[in-house]
C-alpha cells in the first residue's frame, strides 16, 4: 500500500510540475507579447506606469505567496463553523500551501520581473532618443537598478509583513475571491465545503 501511495505522490507531483512549467510559458508569453503590444502605442510616462504596475503586482503576489505558507489554519476553521465569507477558502489554500506559493511567489513573481525588465529596456531606449547625448550603458544600469532596488526592496518589505500578519493577510485576500467569485456565478454558494 505505501510504495502505491508513493507512486501516485509522485505521478500527481509530475503532473504538477508539467502544469506549472506549461502555465508558466503561456502566461509569460501572453504578457511579454500584450506589453510589447500596449508599449508600442504609449509614451514614456505610460511606460513608467505599466512599469510600476507590473512591480507591484509581483510584491503583491510574492506577500500573498509566503502569508499563505506562514499562516495557522486552526483560525480559519473557526470562522468557517461560524460561516464566515472567505474561511473555507482560506482552508483550501493552506491545505495546498505548497501549490499556491508555487504560483504566487514562482509563476506570477517571476513573470512580473521579466516583464519589467523588458518593459525597462523599452523605457531605457525612449529615453537614449529623447537623450541622444547620454551614454546607453549608464541609461540602461541606471534604469536596471531602479527596478531591481523597488522589486527586492518591495518583497523583503512584503515578506516580513506576510510572516508577521499572514493569517490577516490572508484573510483579506481570501474575503476579495469570494466576493469575485460570488459574481463570477451568483447560484454557487462559496461557504460550503470546497
Known amino acids: 500500500m505505501g510504495s502505491k501511495s508513493k507512486s501516485n505522490s509522485k505521478k500527481s507531483n509530475t503532473k504538477w510540475i508539467l502544469k506549472i512549467i506549461c502555465g508558466s510559458m503561456i502566461i509569460c508569453g501572453s504578457i511579454s507579447l500584450l506589453s510589447d503590444v500596449l508599449l508600442k502605442k504609449v509614451n514614456i510616462l505610460v511606460a513608467f506606469i505599466i512599469l510600476i504596475f507590473i512591480i507591484f503586482t509581483g510584491i503583491i503576489s510574492d506577500i500573498i505567496g509566503v502569508a499563505v505558507t506562514a499562516a495557522n489554519e486552526i483560525p480559519f476553521h473557526a470562522m468557517a463553523s461560524k460561516k464566515v465569507k472567505g474561511a473555507k477558502i482560506a482552508i ?15 509563476v506570477v513573481g517571476d513573470v512580473c520581473g521579466i516583464v519589467s525588465g523588458s518593459i525597462g529596456v ?29 522589486t527586492i526592496g518591495g518583497k523583503s518589505i512584503g515578506k516580513n509583513l506576510a510572516i508577521n500578519r499572514s493569517n490577516e493577510i490572508l484573510f483579506k485576500v481570501c474575503k476579495i475571491i469570494y466576493i469575485f467569485l460570488k459574481r463570477i456565478d451568483k447560484n454557487v454558494k462559496y461557504t460550503r465545503k470546497l
Request: hydrophobic letters at 45%.
Open 92 to 106: 483550501k489554500l493552506i491545505k495546498n500551501a505548497d501549490k499556491t506559493s508555487s504560483i504566487c511567489n514562482d
Open 122 to 150: 523599452y523605457i531605457a531606449s525612449k529615453v537614449h532618443l529623447l537623450f541622444p547625448g547620454l551614454n546607453t550603458y549608464v541609461i540602461n544600469t541606471l534604469i536596471g537598478v531602479v527596478i531591481g532596488a523597488f
